[in-house]
């Protein structure tokens, strides 16, 4: 196996005590003071070791919480729009004025290098900024009237408690996505985080606490819960949530899609990704070389947009691949807080164990592993180096998300080929294609061609703005959140029909008395 990455993987990670000196300062700087006690274990990825021992939540805890938060949601209810609106405003004040140590913490829990971290929390303010202009356009809809002297109407209110359970790799940016736009539409929140990430988690609930004091809404109107999965199944369970929004593992969704619907509560489901990019013969290779290693290295395989198969024409296959490879070997890999650093650590020792097993089982299956896929040796931390491998079929493997960067690639030959390869996985959340060809670029857009939640043109699968709805199909749940019109989702909708004639006149010109 040729594996040129050994030189650029030396950044040495910061010890334990390191990390907890840079936590406890982002903390202390934020106000937010953390539970200490039994039950969850904030650990960091940077070592692997325990930062602190935290207090978890109990089974009544996450009662009394949900009750409160559904107390709060009959004053916040008829609140105004636009005030409630000025709660997320002052939200987004204060994340910009804690961006760097809020970045902190999301490197100190998910190990995501400091640009992506910053970028995470910029995400936050981008949707607070969003979701105050939305605040004054929750509009609903007027509909013609098949009766003389009546209106039809659609109007919008807001729905309930909405439980947001998210996901380690988006520790905080996928909450502010629900909460920013839920809290606009009315709606109180219980936030159940990822028990990888709890510091984040207390850091950016304390932030939106001292907004919620600062401009007088309702203090329960956001809840946190800190715990594990069973945590998750008792906000999943409570008919006092109205909407679970679920980010996390197609395994999770499977679980709590059928519980949420068994008591026709709502769920909006954000699951796993299986995401390709098609390189077509015209691609600008330049580009596309830049654009592939972004999502498919990028804050280490862990996203749900990473790019992980790739479908390249066999006529620039072998320049493409030797324009990554050479570009892999030259991904610093390490301290994630170093700024010259690309690849951080993976969440545990877990994931490495996971990623090493699916390249056994890739190659077992006919794969030739082209670069990366072995270990740094650090004293602490999993951190490994990306891997490409060349396939000789969609095999089983490559079929499955593996949350790890291992980018496989596979040849075409038509575009029909191409698109059929590219949608034959049960996953449906980021797609993208690579050419200089116009025509081609419309067909991988239209209704025939990429199946996914999100499909692109010359750029890759990862890093999408909050401006457009993100979210995908098939097992990756079919949600939507964030931008465009995702708010309907958090809302609920009723139709009105207004009779201002003095004659009672029914639909469908049934006569009756
Ligand atoms: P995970 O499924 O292990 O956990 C996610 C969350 O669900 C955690 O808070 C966990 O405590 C909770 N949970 C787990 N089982 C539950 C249950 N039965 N009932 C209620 N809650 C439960 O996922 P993870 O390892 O933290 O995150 C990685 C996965 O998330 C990947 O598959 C990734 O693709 C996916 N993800 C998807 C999106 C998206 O928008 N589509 C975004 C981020 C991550």
Not at 135 to 164: D, K, N
Not at 218 to 223: F, L, N, S, T, Y
Not at 478 to 497: F, P, V
Request: proline letters at 5%; hydrophobic letters at 45%; aromatic letters at 6%.
């Amino acid at each position: 196996m040729t594996d040129t990455t050994t030189d650029r993987a030396t950044a040495v990670p910061p010890t334990t005590d390191e990390v907890r000196a840079r936590v406890r300062a982002a903390l202390d700087r934020v106000g937010a003071t953390v539970p200490e006690g039994t039950g969850l274990a904030a650990r960091t990825p940077i070592t692997g070791d325990t930062l602190f021992e935290l207090r978890a939540d109990t089974a009544a805890d996450t009662d009394a919480a949900i009750g409160a938060a559904a107390e709060a949601f009959r004053a916040w209810r008829t609140t105004p729009a636009p005030a409630r609106g000025e709660l997320v405003r002052t939200f987004g004040e204060l994340l910009r004025a804690h961006k760097a140590d809020l970045a902190v913490l999301v490197t100190a829990e998910a190990g995501k290098i400091a640009s992506e971290a910053l970028g995470e929390v910029q995400e936050m303010i981008d949707i607070c900024d969003f979701a105050v202009g939305l605040s004054r356009q929750l509009y609903g809809r007027s509909i013609a009237s098949e009766r003389p002297g009546h209106r039809l109407a659609e109007t919008y209110h807001p729905l309930g408690v909405v439980g947001v359970i998210s996901a380690f790799n988006f520790p905080a940016a996928v909450w502010a996505w629900n909460t920013a736009i839920a809290l606009v539409c009315g709606d109180a929140v219980v936030w159940k985080p990822s028990e990888l990430t709890p510091l984040i988690s207390l850091a950016a609930s304390h932030l939106l606490d001292r907004a919620i004091a600062a401009t007088g809404a309702p203090a329960d109107v956001h809840r946190l819960v800190l715990g594990d999965r069973a945590a998750g199944e008792r906000v999943v369970d409570d008919p006092r949530v109205a909407l679970v929004s679920a980010t996390g593992s197609t395994r999770m969704g499977r679980e709590v899609g059928p519980r949420v619907a068994a008591r026709f509560g709502r769920s909006l489901l954000e699951l796993g990704g299986n995401n390709a990019a098609v390189v077509a013969p015209s691609a600008d290779l330049r580009l596309a070389t830049a654009g592939i290693v972004f999502a498919a290295a990028g804050t280490a395989g862990q996203r749900c947009t990473t790019l992980r198969r790739l479908i390249v024409h066999e006529d620039v296959a072998d320049d493409l691949v030797g324009r990554l490879t050479a570009a892999y070997a030259g991904l610093p890999i390490g301290d994630p807080y170093d700024d010259a650093t690309l690849v951080g650590p993976l969440i545990s020792d877990r994931a490495a164990d996971t990623m090493a097993a699916a390249l056994e089982q890739a190659r077992a299956e006919g794969g030739e592993v082209l670069v990366g896929g072995t270990r740094v040796p650090t004293p602490g931390g999993a951190y490994v180096r990306p891997a490409i491998v060349r396939m000789p079929a969609q095999t089983a493997i490559v079929r499955e998300e593996t949350f790890a960067p291992v980018l496989y690639v596979l040849t075409y030959r038509t575009f029909e080929e191409a698109v059929a390869l590219h949608n034959d996985v049960p996953q449906g959340l980021s797609s993208s294609i690579f050419t200089q060809d116009q025509r081609e670029a419309e067909r991988f857009l239209a209704a025939d061609g990429s199946d996914c939640g999100i499909a692109n043109v010359n750029i890759g699968t990862s890093g999408a703005e909050i401006g457009g709805a993100f979210g995908g199909e098939k097992e990756t749940g079919g949600g939507r959140e964030s931008g465009s019109d995702a708010w309907r989702a958090y809302m609920r909708r009723a139709t009105n029909t207004i009779n201002y004639s003095d004659t009672l006149t029914l639909a469908q010109n049934v006569s009756f008395l």
